[in-house]
C-alpha cells in the first residue's frame, strides 16, 4: 500500500504525520529539526515513502535539499496554497498541520515550489544584508532630522559626506542635543561603512557572474535589480514559457469571473516581493529618464501611460522586463531592443 507523509517544520521540532493511501494515520512523532533525525525517523517506518511534503519556510529549503540529496521523495509546497487548504480547520496546531500536509501529499492537491541552489541562496542572503544596512541607515538620518527639527533647527538638503558636518552645525551650544548627535552620528558612521562595503561586494558579484553581466546589457538594469533577478529565477528551465515570470512574480491582474461577473483586478503581488520591487525601479528608470538604447520599449510604455496613467505604465513595463529577462537567461543571448519590443 502507498504511504504519504506530511512535516510542518519548528524550530526546534517538527511534527510528522504518515498516512496510507486511504488516508487512515500510521504513525505520528515529534523529531528533531535536523536533516539525520528526520532522515532517520523516516527510514525507521521500515517501508518507501510514495511522497513527503514541506511547507516552505526559513529552515525548509535546508532540510529539503538534505532529504532530496538521501533519495527520499520530498516535495516543497507552496505556502499560500497550505495556507489557504486549512482555512476550514477549527483547531491549528503542529500535529494537525502535519496532519494536513500528509492528506494534501495523497490526494496530490499541492503546489511544488522550486528550491533554489546554495549559490542563488547566498547571493540572496547578500542582497538581503545590504537591504538591512540601509534601512537602518535612513531610519538614523531621518531620525535626527525629526529631533532637531523639533526644537526648530532644519538640516535640509544635504550629501552623503556634508550630513554630519550639518548636524554638528545645527547641535553646537545645545548640550543635550551634541550628545544625542554625537552617538547618533556615531551609529551612522558604522551603518555606512557596512553599506560601503556591502555596494562593493555587490557591484564585484555582478562583474564575476555571467548571467548577471548578461542581464545588465539591458538598459536601466544595472547590479542590484540583475543579482536580485537572477538568483529568484536561478533556473531558468524551471518555465515552460517566459511569459510566465510575470505572473510568478504577481504582475499580472487578478481575474474573477462568475456567473454573469467577470472582471480583471489589480495586479495579484504574489511571489518575490524583492524581484517586483526591483522590476518596478528599473520601469521607472526607464520611463523617467534618458535611457540609451531602449526607445521602443519606451514608446510602447508611453502609449499605455497615456492611454491609462504613468502608474499602470511602470508596472506594464516592469511585466515585460520579467519576461525579456527571463529569455535573455534561458537563451544566453544579450539585450535586443527591436526582439525585445516586439
Known sequence: M?????????????????????????????????PDALIGWLRSLGYELNRIGLEAGPLSQWLFAAMRKAGLAVELLETRHVRDAFKAMPVKSDRNDARG????????????????????????????????????????????RGILRGFGLKVGKTTARSFAERIQELVKGHPHLEAIGEALLSVRAVLLREFNGFEKRVRVMARTDAR???????????????????????????????????????????????????????????????????????????????????SQLKSWAMRIARRAGRSKAKVA??????????RMLASATPFNAAAAAA
Request: with cysteine; proline share 4%.
Open 2 to 34: 502507498d504511504h504519504y507523509a506530511g512535516i510542518d517544520v519548528s524550530l526546534e521540532y517538527s511534527s510528522v504525520c504518515v498516512v496510507d493511501a486511504n488516508g487512515k494515520i500510521i504513525r505520528e512523532g515529534k523529531v528533531a529539526s535536523e
Open 101 to 144: 500536509i500528509a492528506q494534501l501529499m495523497r490526494l496530490g492537491w499541492f503546489r511544488p515550489v522550486h528550491c533554489k541552489s546554495m549559490n542563488a541562496q547566498e547571493v540572496r542572503a547578500v542582497l538581503t544584508a545590504r537591504k538591512l544596512v540601509q534601512t537602518k541607515l535612513l531610519d538614523v538620518e531621518n531620525s535626527l
Open 212 to 294: 548577471t553581466r548578461l542581464l545588465m546589457s539591458t538598459p536601466a538594469v544595472g547590479p542590484i535589480v540583475a543579482l536580485t533577478y537572477a538568483s529568484a529565477i536561478d533556473d531558468p528551465a524551471r518555465f515552460k514559457s517566459s511569459k510566465q515570470a510575470g505572473a510568478h512574480f504577481g504582475l499580472t491582474p487578478k481575474k474573477h469571473q462568475s456567473g454573469e461577473t467577470d472582471y480583471s483586478g489589480r495586479i495579484s503581488k504574489i511571489g518575490d516581493a524583492s524581484v517586483r520591487e526591483a522590476l518596478y525601479q528599473a520601469a521607472h528608470v526607464m520611463l523617467t529618464k534618458p535611457v540609451k538604447g531602449c
Open 317 to 326: 513595463l516592469a511585466r515585460k522586463l520579467a519576461v525579456i529577462l527571463h
